[in-house]
Antibody
Framework: EVQLLEAGGDLVQPGGSLRLSCAASGFTFSSYSMSWVRQAPGKGLEWVSAMSGGGGSTYFADSVKGRFTISRDNSKNMLYLQMNSLRAEDTAIYYC??????????WGQGTLVAVSA | DIQMTQSPSSVSASVGDRVTITCRASQGISTWLAWYQQNPGKAPKLLIYAASTLQSGVPSRFSGSGSGTDFTLTISSLQPEDFATYYCQQAHSFPPTFGGGTKVEI
């Protein structure tokens, strides 16, 4: 069964850092680009970042560029999102998604990041 | 960035009703469009991609159409599990962008 499982969400103070992880199983992880999408409480979906299957290409939304980095370990079937200089507006559920072109065909259950003093 | 506008933002319907949701792109995206369903407290689920191709396992009561800037998602006969929020997403240009969502409620 194809599955994505996020972890690492927490309550963090403004200006703090957090690292999210996404464990993939049931498919050839290195063959797929992967993505992070977030959803603020009661709001819609916002694409955050993506990385190609081999890790050679990375993409970021303007709202997180320079603060977030994305990485992957294909030997462990893991995707990561390092979030620095966190702001209140980064508060959201963060979903890991598998990309087929730019379609998100598999989603994880999400992990909650809350940025508050 | 390409802006995606959905209408209506919410729709009240009953089991068995036919429901149509519209998504408009701020510029032409050919058929590079997906539809997702999100039930409360759950992750989104891909329903349709390439504007009209049903994802594997999705019931045939869901259908999508359109090209260019105007797209529709139709649920032919609403079932209890279909009460959810639906999002469109363009996959034509970077960055991928989502519509604001349409909540289908009783």
């Amino acid at each position: 069964e194809v599955q994505l499982l996020e972890a690492g969400g927490d309550l963090v103070q403004p200006g703090g850092s957090l690292r999210l992880s996404c464990a993939a199983s049931g498919f050839t992880f290195s063959s797929y680009s992967m993505s992070w999408v977030r959803q603020a409480p009661g709001k819609g979906l916002e694409w955050v970042s993506a990385m190609s299957g081999g890790g050679g290409s990375t993409y970021f939304a303007d709202s997180v560029k320079g603060r977030f980095t994305i990485s992957r370990d294909n030997s462990k079937n893991m995707l990561y999102l390092q979030m620095n200089s966190l702001r209140a507006e980064d508060t959201a559920i963060y979903y890991c998604g598998r990309l087929s072109v730019w379609y998100h065909d598999v989603w994880g259950q999400g992990t909650l990041v809350a940025v508050s003093a | 960035d390409i802006q995606m506008t959905q209408s209506p933002s919410s729709v009240s319907a009953s089991v068995g009703d036919r429901v149509t949701i519209t998504c408009r792109a701020s510029q032409g995206i050919s058929t590079w469009l997906a539809w997702y369903q999100q039930n409360p407290g759950k992750a989104p689920k891909l329903l349709i991609y390439a504007a009209s191709t049903l994802q594997s396992g999705v019931p045939s009561r869901f259908s999508g159409s359109g090209s260019g800037t105007d797209f529709t998602l139709t649920i032919s006969s609403l079932q209890p599990e279909d009460f959810a929020t639906y999002y469109c997403q363009q996959a034509h240009s970077f960055p991928p962008t989502f519509g604001g969502g349409t909540k289908v409620e009783i």
